[in-house]
């Protein structure tokens, strides 16, 4: 799948765009998307809901999966570490991979603000289709 590709088949979806997500770059050696701050994202205590912190990097590792060769991939395990909260900044999603094998793949990630603070780490399984 050509970087094109990828980037019409995320940037044109509906939940691409009801996040507000955007597209920054996807190489086959790392994703990454920024999600700008909204207050529709906090959560009660005022702070970027960890939930969005998960989707924009499972969106991001999705997107660098496919970059590598996968025609489709489907999340089937994902843990994050929380470090620090979001207050009203924009995050910045950067997803690598750690490993590949016939038909998983195994992807690290880190969000971070735009000071260049890590706020979470991630890991995460890919089932992948080539």
């Not at 990454?32 to 960890?50: A, D, K």
């Not at 991979?97 to 000071?115: D, F, H």
């Amino acid at each position: 799948m050509t970087e094109q590709d990828i980037i019409e088949r995320f940037t044109t979806s509906e939940y691409w765009n009801f996040f507000g997500f955007e597209y920054v770059s996807c190489t086959p050696e790392e994703a990454v998307i920024r999600l700008p701050y909204r207050q529709q994202l906090n959560n009660t205590q005022q702070t970027v809901h960890g939930g969005v912190y998960m989707s924009i990097m499972d969106t991001a590792m999705g997107m660098l999966v496919l970059a590598r060769g996968a025609n489709d991939a489907t999340t089937i395990q994902m843990t994050t570490n929380f470090l620090k909260p979001a207050i009203e900044e924009t995050v910045i999603a950067k997803a690598s991979i750690l490993e590949e094998m016939r038909s998983t793949s195994l992807v690290q990630g880190r969000l971070y603000n735009e000071a260049g603070d890590v706020l979470a780490y991630y890991t995460a399984t890919f089932r992948t289709k080539k």
